[in-house]
T-cell receptor, first 112, second 113 residues
């Protein structure tokens, strides 16, 4: 019930194309779903999040979709650039909002 | 941006050794977390705390103790280190829990030989 499944684990896309990362969870009480980006040698940083009262959120080239019925959420990066190459983690907050459970991570490479 | 400082940044110890990882945040955040990062497993929660003197068990607590001595300081203790604890450890803080941004430290890389 605690796990967050994240796929794919490795993603390689052409510069200028879109990249999509998918996550699924089991706990229907989850209400908050953030995404963190970790550049090589750096710490994870929050890039976008979505709460359960929304189905879609966009910040510049980042789009997050949430399907609560299916217990799935996803990150879409449009017009990818080399600077988007990094590890991406999805996460969900526990129903008590006391802790974040992270997915296994996706290593994204944007190639010319 | 919130400041979270970890020490040491790198540590090598022998099997059975005693290790303490330190974390300090100066943002008056209530919540502090210890995660370990391993390839294929992402970030896994070891222990967390919502205030001085408080300790909550995370998802992978075996072999670890933790102590929150003040609002600023959160320590992770490995009293009998094993090679399976070789990992990259991150401390994080958050103002009021997981519904807010987690601010991570720079990480502490531990190698147990």
């Amino acid at each position: 019930g605690e796990q967050v499944e994240q796929l794919p684990s490795i993603l390689r896309v052409q510069e200028g194309s879109s990249a999509s990362i998918n996550c699924s969870y089991e706990d229907s009480a989850s209400n908050y779903f953030p995404w963190y980006k970790q550049e090589p040698g750096e710490n994870p940083k929050l890039i976008i999040d979505i709460r359960s009262n929304m189905e879609r959120k966009q910040i510049q080239e980042l789009i997050v979709l949430l399907d609560k019925k299916a217990k799935r959420f996803s990150l879409h990066i449009t017009d990818t650039q080399p600077g988007d190459s990094a590890m991406y983690f999805c996460a969900r907050a526990s129903s008590s909002f006391s802790k974040l459970v992270f997915g296994q991570g996706t290593s994204l490479s944007v190639v010319p | 941006e919130a400041a979270v400082t970890q020490s040491p940044r790198n540590k090598v110890t022998v099997t059975g050794g005693n290790v303490t990882l330190s974390c300090r945040q100066t943002n008056s955040h209530n919540y502090m977390y210890w995660y370990r990062q391993d390839t294929g497993h992402g970030l896994r929660l070891i222990h967390y705390s919502y205030g001085a003197g408080n300790l909550q068990i995370g998802d992978v607590p075996d072999g670890y103790k933790a102590t929150r001595t003040t609002q600023e300081d959160f320590f992770l203790l490995l009293e009998l280190a094993s090679p399976s604890q070789t990992s990259l450890y991150f401390c994080a803080s958050s103002a009021t829990g997981a519904g807010n941004t987690l601010y991570f430290g720079e990480g502490s890389r531990l190698i147990v030989v």
